[in-house]
């Protein structure tokens, strides 16, 4: 498996030539723009992406839907073969989430952690 490689938001380049992401760094790469897609974001597939709006964004998100949601993403992203653990941590005062997760690749294993304010 291999794509485009992204870095701060933008496509990698080395001497001027787009630099490939390959193997486990692919895989995670994927991972992360899966699990940032907000479900209607892209014009192209409105239905691409983790319903934030629904199941997050707002005063008492739903859990236990969104673990779902986050469990189906994950595990339907090219290369991921099993799913370890999945934490959700919501902070009620300031409305971050933390999403943690453990998982197994064709290419070794994954560990994710992301806070969202």
Known sequence: M??????DLD????????VLASDLEAIDQSLRSRLAMVRGEWF???AAGVDYRRLAWKKRPDLRALRAALRDTILATPGVTALRSL??????TTRALTVS???????GPIDYRETTP
């Open 2 to 7: 291999a794509n485009l490689k992204v870095e």
């Open 11 to 18: 496509l990698a380049l080395t001497g001027g030539q787009l």
């Open 44 to 46: 192209l597939d409105t």
């Open 87 to 92: 934490d959700l941590d919501f902070d009620a």
């Open 101 to 107: 997760f453990s998982a197994t690749t064709e290419a």
